[in-house]
């Protein structure tokens, strides 16, 4: 059983383009999060999905980010755009609805 | 708000030692989880620890236990007989539960170095 599978591990954009982070779920999982972590920082929460729901946006930013989770297929979040400030590690993880939080190793992007 | 301190950014311990990494958080709710993770260089987050606060006893897994002090809001992470692998950043997290959504608040961490 695999666990949560992100990709790419590492992702550099130029300013101005987009990037899309996947992140495959532990199988039976079907809540994901994703967080975002800058240097020296802990994990932040961007966004709560289940199957084609998005249930708590709260830590997403309003503009550029969207996140999706269909009923088929890998949650995907999407950043347009990109700003040197966009560079950080971005995490999801899964649950199967009860505590048991998995992680993923969590996509490295870098805005040049 | 919500919120989880960790007052120590970096600590440091001999192999085979005992070490103790502080974190106190804020909130209103009156059962909860409280979650140790682990971040070795490869990035992964790693589940050391969970205690519910429901539970009185302290958590305990293998080296790894909690000392819980709910009305302090203090949970700090007591590491046994250290190994080298042991050396990676620390986050201490809480759950938060709030209308239909929970998440998971993180602190800042601690940076465990361990020493041969």
């Known amino acids: 059983n695999a666990g949560v599978m992100q990709n790419p591990r590492h992702l550099v954009r130029r300013r101005g383009q987009e990037a899309r982070l996947r992140c495959s779920p532990m199988?039976?999982?079907?809540?994901v999060y994703w967080y975002r972590q800058l240097p020296e920082e802990g994990l932040k929460f961007m966004v709560y999905?289940?199957?084609?729901?998005?249930?708590?946006e709260s830590g997403m930013p309003k503009e550029r980010f969207s996140a999706e989770f269909p009923k088929e297929g890998p949650s995907i979040l999407r950043i347009q755009q990109v700003v040197r400030g966009d560079s950080a590690a971005y995490f999801c993880?899964?649950?199967?609805?009860?505590?048991?939080?998995?992680f993923g190793s969590g996509t490295r992007l870098t805005v040049v | 708000a919500q919120t989880v301190t960790q007052s120590q950014p970096e600590m440091s311990v001999q192999e085979a030692e005992t070490v103790t990494l502080s974190c106190t958080y804020d909130?209103?709710?009156?059962?909860?989880?409280l979650f140790w993770y682990k971040q070795p260089p490869s990035r992964q987050m790693i589940l050391v620890i969970r205690?519910?606060?429901?539970?009185?006893q302290n958590a305990t897994e293998n080296r790894f236990s909690v000392n819980f002090q709910k009305a302090a809001k203090s949970f700090s992470l007591k590491i046994s007989d250290s190994q080298l692998g042991d050396a990676a950043m620390y986050f201490c997290?809480?759950?938060?539960?709030?209308?239909?959504?929970?998440?998971?608040?993180f602190g800042k961490g601690t940076k465990l170095t361990v020493n041969p």
């Open positions: 993880a899964s649950s199967p609805g009860e505590l048991g939080y998995t």
């Open positions: 199988k039976g999982h079907s809540h």
């Open positions: 999905l289940q199957k084609e729901n998005i249930i708590d």
């Open positions: 909130t209103s709710e009156s059962d909860y989880y």
């Open positions: 205690q519910e606060a429901y539970k009185q």
């Open positions: 997290a809480y759950r938060r539960s709030q209308g239909g959504s929970e998440k998971l608040v």
